[in-house]
């Protein structure tokens, strides 16, 4: 199929003349344009008539269902011009993944997945009480709006939108389907991994992995090897995401990110989502959390607030006694806080004398990026310090890493992760670690690499899925053996491309390993990483 970036495009289309690109997809482009007698402002996306999958014809059928709906573009003007099928739409603003990927691609806040959640709940009630199905939900399908309504997330990209009730108001029949419409990253593991018929659950668990992929540092463990370029690799993906357990991915959020997910997939095909607990559900974990107004999308987030309202720490068992996300929110939200004298002096932050005399020194320390005055963070509990310590310490070298100029800075704050890992009693990889891992690997992939777009997707059979096993963990000796590889492969390395590579082979490895752990061989790897950084000269 071409590729609508090398398509050359006529200045004027319709009553439109065409401005700047706002984005190109697989199937058109879209582009800002102006109308030539009211000067409207509008997006217009372009595909050529002769295309292969002539999505504006499905779209134009779709949009009129949708008008009037909070968050879903008005459709202004739709036709042929010559080999152009265009549709006119309201101009919008840029798309969540494009916000996140700007963000540096590490975690979002909570208040942001909270207000995604909020929202993208909604955009998908008010579809499916229009009888139409989404079956597309991603991070680029998701737009904000332009001031004044940058506040409102719109849905977007109606391509493969579908109607679930015929005329007659009768729900579509559940079948097998003999290919795959929907995209890697958050199609449901029931249409993606069983090929199953797309229903209203399936948009929404859609948003509940999209939400838990914000959330983890790297995304979801199934895209951190990028989109699968055979089959091989697609049915990799597959197996990984169906193998994925609720608790794994949601380890160390808020429980209702977790409980969402497990609720999708607990509906039955034809089942009404109860949406308006959901919404609930979230807007009571933003109250909780301190933050107001949780229903408007604001970017770049409010700092964080320094404590929550009311949310109760209850330890959850497979976790730490402090939710990672929280402490991630606080330590982003303090991250960005201007301090000053005095809101060092606020009551709410940290209890020094819980801090001062332990002998390992503080909770958190915190510097203020012009660097004198420290904030000290505690939990107020009998919070497992040494953890956060090692946390504090690997966000400030992922921090570092995504700065680092060139290669032998990089060098040496690997051999730093390294000191962190080794001076640590767990040699669990945490979630931090996987995020300086994640940083690593973008500086030295090529970003147009690394940042790859999220649907890539379109149709395909997928019969063979019905017959894989769901993975488990690598056994012990088979992770010597590829680490070994990998090791091989390292010293072999020339450029920062392959060292990159390496980087993601490594995470994913030690994602499928028993706790996370990481042994005597993955520590010599990452001190083989560093030593090699040293040599490889970028280019
Ligand atoms: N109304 C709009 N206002 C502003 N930008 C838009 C608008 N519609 C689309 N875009 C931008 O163009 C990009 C592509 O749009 P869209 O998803 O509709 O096209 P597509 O051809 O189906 O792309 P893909 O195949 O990648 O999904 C979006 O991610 C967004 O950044």
């Given amino acids: 199929m071409s590729n609508m970036s090398n398509v050359s495009f006529p200045p004027q289309i319709g009553n439109y003349l065409l401005g700047q690109p706002l984005g190109s997809g697989v199937s058109g482009s879209t582009f800002r344009a102006t109308h030539i007698h009211t000067g409207q402002a509008v997006a217009l996306k372009v595909q050529p008539v002769d295309i292969s999958y002539p999505t504006n014809t499905h779209e134009r059928k779709i949009y009129p269902l949708l008008q009037g709906g909070v968050g879903m573009p008005t459709l202004w003007a739709s036709g042929v011009w010559g080999r152009w099928d265009y549709l006119a739409m309201d101009l919008l603003g840029s798309s969540l993944d494009r916000l996140y990927r700007k963000a540096g691609k590490n975690v979002m806040d909570l208040r942001s997945a909270c207000s995604i959640a909020i929202q993208l709940i909604s955009r998908l009630e008010f579809m499916h009480s229009r009888g139409v199905l989404h079956r597309d939900v991603q991070l680029g399908n998701c737009v904000i709006g332009l001031e004044p309504r940058n506040g409102t997330i719109y849905m977007i990209d109606f391509g493969f939108a579908k109607r679930y009730l015929d005329h007659k108001q009768k729900h579509i029949a559940n079948r097998t389907e003999r290919s795959f419409i929907g995209n890697y990253w958050f199609s449901s593991v029931n249409v993606h991994c069983r090929g199953k018929t797309c229903s209203r659950r399936d948009d929404l668990e859609s948003a509940a992995l999209l939400l838990l992929h914000v959330l983890t540092p790297g995304g979801l463990p199934w895209t ?138 503080m909770g958190l320390l915190l510097k203020k990026p012009e660097g004198t005055e420290i904030i000290v ?31 032998r800075v990089l060098a040496q704050i690997t051999a730093n992760f390294v000191k962190v890992l080794q001076d640590s009693n767990s040699r669990t990889l945490t979630r931090e670690g996987f995020a300086f891992l994640d940083a690593l690997h973008k500086q030295l992939a090529d970003p147009s690499v690394f940042i790859i777009p999220l649907r890539t997707s379109k149709t395909r059979s997928s019969r063979s899925q019905e017959e894989e096993e769901i993975p488990g963990e690598d056994a012990p000796h088979e992770r010597r053996n590829r680490l070994n590889i990998l090791r091989t492969s390292l010293a072999k390395a020339q450029d920062n491309k392959t060292l990159a590579r390496l980087v993601a082979d490594f995470g994913t490895l030690i994602d499928r390993a028993a706790g996370r752990k990481l042994t005597k061989d993955s520590i010599a790897f990452l001190e083989s990483m560093a030593d090699r950084l040293q040599v490889v000269v970028q280019v």
């Fill in 224 to 361: 951190r090897s990028g989109v699968p370029r055979d089959d091989v690799a697609h049915d990799r993906l597959k197996r990984e995401k169906r193998g994925a357990l609720p608790e794994d991915l949601a380890r160390g959020l808020p429980e209702e990110f977790e409980e969402f997910l497990r609720y999708c997939r607990s509906l039955n095909f034809t089942q009404q989502p109860d949406y308006a607990h959901w919404r609930k559900r979230f807007h009571d974990l933003a109250n909780d959390l301190g933050c107001t107004h949780a229903d408007k999308f604001i970017w770049p987030p409010p700092p964080a607030p320094l404590r929550p309202a009311s949310r109760p720490t209850k330890p959850r068992s497979h976790q730490s006694q402090f939710p990672d996300a929280y402490v991630a929110g606080l330590l982003q939200g303090l991250a960005r806080l201007n301090i000053n004298k005095e809101s060092l002096n606020r009551p709410v932050l940290g209890d020094k004398k819980n801090v001062q005399d332990n002998g390992r020194g």
């Fill in 377 to 407: 963070i505690s939990d107020g509990e009998q919070g497992p310090v040494h953890r956060y310590n090692k946390a504090a310490r690997i966000v400030k070298l992922t921090q570092a890493a995504g700065q680092a100029a060139d290669n």
